[in-house]
Nanobody, 122 residues
């Protein structure tokens, strides 16, 4: 089992920045690919970003490419999502996830956090 706890969400103005963190405990963190997903009210959960178990490979949704950066610190069992140039359409609950496969689909992940709310005001 892997337990994931997100933090860092909040309210920010259009064009602002936030950095989300996801702390992992349980099984060896460095064995897993890590991802961020988000879900806005009335919408399906969507992929945001993912990083390989080494952190050497990353992949982003087109909607956040160039604005968001995913990174991980295996020594701290933590994955981050730096979000810059935020837009109102980025408003959602953000979830981190861990899995042996990773990638851009939810079924690549076995473990999920409870989510953290990000609200971008216009």
């Amino acid at each position: 089992q892997v337990q994931l706890v997100e933090s860092g969400g909040g309210l920010v103005q259009d064009g602002g920045s936030l950095k989300l963190s996801c702390a992992a405990s349980g099984r060896t963190f460095s064995n897993y690919a890590m991802g961020w997903f988000r879900q806005a009210p009335g919408k399906e959960r969507e992929f945001v970003a993912t990083t390989s178990w080494t952190g050497g490979s990353t992949y982003y949704a087109d909607s956040v490419k160039g604005r968001f950066t995913i990174s991980r610190d295996n020594a701290k069992n933590t994955v981050y999502l730096q979000m810059n140039s935020l837009k109102p359409e980025d408003t959602a609950v953000y979830y981190c996830a861990a899995g042996p496969v990773g990638g851009g689909n939810w079924y690549g992940y076995d473990y999920w956090g409870q989510g953290t709310q990000v609200t971008v005001s216009s």
